[in-house]
């Protein structure tokens, strides 16, 4: 029946993440011991005090529209966030909060991109930017990147794959899924060569901002004052504040832009849900580092699943510096045999560990980058080591 259906839609690639997920629960409810490395989200409960804003909301009766792009409060925490965090300044003009970072995104290429145009990914990207490009009639242009320049793109690289088309440049710092994060002095090269380029918008994700292990600082685009006019900076509560069923994200960016995504979401969802948005202002407002306990976990069970991989041969580990993926390269595996099972790239892989393991990974091939798969460390201590123990026996045929 798909004949019936849009070519629009036809033509979208369903999200490889969240298919995984729904395969491991497939096999969890035919009786299987599946351990999920697979999703981006956290393992935490929403913090009490964030919560207890919502109950609060509700007894409070906010229960009608809001307006379209977030209370004005919320803008004023976002605002002030900015600024706290990033050393940004924007109008509420400038502010838009949606139905999560994803919707954010879905909005600016909707808003940007006429048919033809082209979008730089540096792969691997974060799995929807390609679809969601794609969704706006535009064209992603891949650059790819590998392990030896910890999968960032190089200022070189950048200047090569601009063409006449080219309509904007997407990525996150912290990457999903490698957790490389852009050095501002890396961002400035990056910059340099976008000066030659001025019809080149920017789009930089930091939904993993807090979520930093200490070894490179956060850097935004728009800090420099030459790319601020042209850069929009997307963000959200889903990872960091372990808020991703509440569904809220926002953007700072010109206002022209800003007008735009506000007047698209008008006739499309008529913004974002009220009780969330409640619950947003006062996790904004706090300090971030009521969430710090996190990151710390995070950082344990980061250098613990890195030890446990270490010690299985052919896995090629990245030091994640944010976010709370590893993505080893495991080509070393392709062209091999085992257990009677003929690996040939990532996807293959990835469903090797599912069906010999119990252990739900992510193909690479998802990402724009099929030399490594993602493995997702937001799960409890005792889940890793059970899950890497089973990957090293799968492995060992
Ligand atoms: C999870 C994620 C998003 C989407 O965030 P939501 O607020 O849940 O929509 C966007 N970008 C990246 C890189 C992500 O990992």
Not at 89 to 102: F, N
Not at 171 to 192: F, H, M, T, W
Not at 360 to 366: K, L, M
């Amino acid at each position: 029946m798909s004949e019936r259906l849009s070519e629009r839609i036809n033509n979208v690639t369903p999200s490889a993440t969240l298919e995984m997920a729904a395969k491991a629960r497939e096999l969890r409810a035919a009786g299987k011991d599946i351990i999920g490395l697979s999703l981006g989200e956290p393992d935490f409960n929403t913090p009490d005090y964030i919560k207890e804003a919502a109950i609060q909301a509700v007894n409070e009766d906010y229960n009608s529209y809001t307006p379209v792009d977030g209370y004005v409060e919320l803008k004023d925490a976002i605002i002030t966030k900015f600024d706290r965090d990033n050393g940004l300044r924007y109008e509420r003009s400038q502010i838009v909060v949606s139905t999560g970072a994803k919707q954010s995104l879905y909005n600016v290429a909707q808003v940007i991109l006429n048919k033809g145009d082209e979008v730089i990914l540096p792969c691997p990207y974060w799995v929807s930017y390609s679809d969601i490009v794609k969704l706006a009639d535009g064209v992603p242009v891949e650059v790819p990147t590998s392990i030896d320049n910890d999968f960032k793109m190089t200022p070189e690289q950048l200047e090569a794959a601009i063409s006449p088309k080219t309509k904007m440049l997407w990525y996150s710092s912290p990457c999903n899924p490698s957790g490389s994060i852009y050095s501002k002095e890396e961002l400035r090269a990056l910059a340099d060569v976008l000066q030659k380029h001025p019809q080149i918008i920017v789009v930089s994700d930091e939904i993993y901002e807090h979520i930093n292990y200490g070894v490179t600082a956060h850097a935004s685009m728009a800090e420099f004052e030459d790319m601020y006019e042209r850069t929009v900076t997307v963000n959200g509560v889903a990872k960091a504040f372990a808020m991703t069923g509440w569904r809220i994200g926002y953007i700072g960016a010109p206002s022209y832009i800003a007008r735009a995504c506000n007047k698209l979401q008008g006739q499309v969802t008529s913004g974002a849900n009220c009780i969330a948005q409640r619950a947003v202002i006062t996790a904004l407002t706090e300090s971030p580092s009521r969430i710090s306990y996190m990151v710390d976990e995070f950082k344990v069970r980061r250098s613990l699943i890195l030890g446990l991989l270490n010690g299985i041969d052919g896995f090629k580990c990245n030091s994640p510096e944010g976010a709370f993926y590893v993505y080893p390269d495991v080509t070393a595996y392709f062209g091999k045999t085992i257990n009677g099972v003929t690996i040939n790239n990532a996807s293959d892989f990835a469903m090797y560990l599912l069906e010999h393991a119990n252990v739900a990974t992510v193909t690479g091939d998802a990402f724009g980058n099929g030399a490594s798969i993602r493995i997702s460390y937001a799960a409890a201590e005792k889940e890793i080591r059970e899950a890497i123990k089973r990957i090293k026996n799968a492995l060992a045929g």
